[in-house]
């Protein structure tokens, strides 16, 4: 009996043992793992200092651009390769068993700042990575959810809702309060499927009566910003909101010399938005400001009706701009310059 017991106590000791050292196993394994990806980060980053041009997200989006005899070209060609290939490195280590993926913290920045810098590379070469890392990038890693948000999801963001628009272009967080809850008027919010965090906003107006939308905000947080988010977030909110309707009008700051003011434009512009040929004034508390007002069609609806157009300004006026008294004169101070428009190229 007694030999019996201490067999027993023998055996459990030993598969007690097996665990413990199959679990420092799999723990030296990962810090291996980790130690091993560390260093390559490291050396790709080395270079980088030793060729900034390398990690400069306007020479690496425009890489495509230049002749095949370029050097930096040849170059770049190289190294976005190997950080990509870093990349599928930290995308295979953080697969379960079942081969589903979850992005440790340790790993978002790595990830989100080489799929930054390096994404119009990976696009023109995407056949160099196998099936399931390509729909993971363009899938995942590039790619948003669009969620209705609330009350409470205005109050949050409203500190760079005042951050990101000047003060005569904004509205008051009870102004906006007021327009959400009349149900036209949506706060959508842009999250992405992989951080989960939000990488930009939208305000947007249903005019029913015109049936188009207005985008009367949109914004990418800075971290976020130079990345495609804002490209997606606008032809999403279409997807979203735009069935059925002929098209989005947006607001945009006239060209007078300043960078961000013609970044804006080359924006909607690349977007296929168009400048409308009328004089547009925006109603403020103070009179009106001058801007131009773009029209992105859906569904390749290249007429837009003057009537249109006169429709969705007054819908917007009278629904948006309930605040300022005078917006109907401002309205009147452009009413004429409004005809039929043909987009087409």
Known sequence: ???????????????????????????SQNDTSYLDIDNQYCDLLKLGLDTPDLRNYSMTSNFYKCSDEDEYKKKYEIYAFMCWNLVETIYDQQKDKKGRFKLSETWIPVMFEENRLHYSWFKHNIRLFKKDFQEFV??????????????NDLKMLYANFER????????????????????KYKLLLAKHK??????????????????????????IEDKYQDAGYGTLLFNKIIDK??????????????????????????????????????????????????????YKPINNNQLLPG???????????????????????????????????YLGA
């Open 1 to 27: 009996m007694f030999s019996t017991v201490i067999s027993i106590v023998s055996v459990t000791i030993a598969i007690f043992s097996l665990g413990v050292s199959l679990y420092i196993y799999r723990l």
């Open 138 to 151: 363009i899938g995942s890693l590039n790619d948003i959810n669009i969620l209705e948000g609330s009350i």
């Open 164 to 183: 990101d628009f000047p003060q005569n272009e904004r509205k008051s967080i009870e102004h906006l309060e007021m327009l959400m809850l009349k149900n």
């Open 194 to 219: 992989i951080f989960e965090e939000i990488v930009g906003y939208a305000l947007v107006f249903d005019g029913s009566d015109s049936n188009a939308l207005w985008l009367d905000y949109m914004a």
């Open 241 to 294: 909101e735009g069935q059925n309707k002929l098209g989005m009008f947006m607001e945009v700051e006239i060209d007078e010399g300043k960078a961000e003011q013609k970044r804006r434009i080359k924006f909607y512009e690349r977007l296929g938005a168009k400048k409308l040929n009328l004089t547009y004034n925006l109603p403020t508390p103070e009179g009106q400001l001058p801007m131009n007002l773009f």
């Open 307 to 341: 009537d249109v157009t006169k429709k969705i300004i007054s819908e917007s006026f009278n629904y948006i701009h309930t605040d300022i008294h005078h917006r109907d004169n401002v309205f009147k101070t452009f009413i004429h310059t409004i005809s039929d428009e």
